[in-house]
């Protein structure tokens, strides 16, 4: 199996800590083609047991992995607690080197990003296959997350109406949604398809027309369906440009 080496972890560990740090830190980066997806929605909505599990069917294709999990700071105290590495914690994946997992605090910012995510996002590109981004839990409004990533997942509660469906901000950016229906929700087969009419029949700018995924995070159900909605969104974005 391919792994991240650990003179590469290391080098990657600490170059997005000289980002994090200093806001004008600039390294020597190498243009890679990997592919860069980011998982968005509410807090709570399911986005790093739904990003385990991505991870874990990337490593059964032999593909290496950077993870970046975004969580909230506290304004008022500046401490944080990042916790979505432990969604992410998984006995098939703890001892896999395969898997780069890095936890960032926002730090004062006001989105649910942090300032030198596209420079992390750049630098972890030259050690992985695929580089997951996890954003703070997200509001109508944290829509920054679209121009720093190639797809983007919106994982959804089952909790809006037809009218938060089709208001603007976050829900205009999600290429792919991902409906999470915990097993005790009632009506999630409802909730799934209104998302389908109200999200999955509109097409973006670039003609993408997106798809509604109904998944159980936890019970791990249509993650093979997302994933296959993930690649067709990955072949669409190669067909428009080749090297997107
Ligand atoms: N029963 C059940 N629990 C779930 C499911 N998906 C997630 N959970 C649980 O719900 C809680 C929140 O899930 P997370 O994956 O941490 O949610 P998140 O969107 O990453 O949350 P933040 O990072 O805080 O924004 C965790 O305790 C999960 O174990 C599910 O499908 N069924
Ligand atoms: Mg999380």
Redesign the pocket.
Same mark, same amino acid.
């Given at each position: 199996m391919k792994q991240i080496n650990q003179s590469k972890r290391n080098s990657l560990a600490k170059a997005i800590s000289l980002y994090q740090e200093y806001e004008n830190c600039s390294l020597q980066v190498k243009n890679a083609c990997s592919w860069v997806i980011g998982v968005t929605?509410? &807090?709570?909505? @399911? %986005?790093? &047991?739904? @990003?385990r599990n991505l991870v874990k069917q990337f490593r059964k294709k032999d593909l290496t992995v950077a993870a970046i999990l975004i /969580?909230p700071s506290s304004k008022k105290e500046g401490w944080a607690i990042l916790? /979505?590495r432990n *969604?992410f914690r998984d006995p098939e994946l703890d001892c896999d080197n395969g898997l780069f997992l890095r936890s960032l605090a926002s730090r004062g910012e006001k989105s649910a990003l942090v300032h030198a995510l596209p420079k992390i996002i750049a630098h972890a590109k030259m050690f992985a296959d695929i580089v997951i981004v *996890?954003t703070? @839990?997200a509001g109508q409004m944290d829509v920054e997350i679209e121009d720093c990533v190639d797809t983007l997942i919106q !994982?959804l509660a089952p909790l809006e109406g037809p009218l938060n469906m089709e208001k603007a901000g976050i829900n205009e950016c999600a290429h792919i949604f991902a409906v999470?229906?915990? *097993?005790?929700f009632q009506n999630s087969e409802q909730f799934f398809a209104l998302a389908e009419i109200e999200l999955g029949r509109k097409t973006d700018n670039n003609g993408w027309q997106k798809k509604v995924f109904l !998944?159980?995070? %936890? *019970?791990k159900k249509g993650i093979i369906e997302l994933i296959e909605g993930l690649y067709a969104h990955k072949k669409f974005l190669e067909q428009k440009k080749p090297s997107y």
């Amino acid at each position: 199996m391919k792994q991240i080496n650990q003179s590469k972890r290391n080098s990657l560990a600490k170059a997005i800590s000289l980002y994090q740090e200093y806001e004008n830190c600039s390294l020597q980066v190498k243009n890679a083609c990997s592919w860069v997806i980011g998982v968005t929605g509410v &807090t709570a909505a @399911g %986005k790093s &047991t739904l @990003g385990r599990n991505l991870v874990k069917q990337f490593r059964k294709k032999d593909l290496t992995v950077a993870a970046i999990l975004i /969580d909230p700071s506290s304004k008022k105290e500046g401490w944080a607690i990042l916790a /979505d590495r432990n *969604e992410f914690r998984d006995p098939e994946l703890d001892c896999d080197n395969g898997l780069f997992l890095r936890s960032l605090a926002s730090r004062g910012e006001k989105s649910a990003l942090v300032h030198a995510l596209p420079k992390i996002i750049a630098h972890a590109k030259m050690f992985a296959d695929i580089v997951i981004v *996890e954003t703070a @839990g997200a509001g109508q409004m944290d829509v920054e997350i679209e121009d720093c990533v190639d797809t983007l997942i919106q !994982v959804l509660a089952p909790l809006e109406g037809p009218l938060n469906m089709e208001k603007a901000g976050i829900n205009e950016c999600a290429h792919i949604f991902a409906v999470n229906a915990r *097993e005790y929700f009632q009506n999630s087969e409802q909730f799934f398809a209104l998302a389908e009419i109200e999200l999955g029949r509109k097409t973006d700018n670039n003609g993408w027309q997106k798809k509604v995924f109904l !998944v159980n995070a %936890k *019970e791990k159900k249509g993650i093979i369906e997302l994933i296959e909605g993930l690649y067709a969104h990955k072949k669409f974005l190669e067909q428009k440009k080749p090297s997107y």
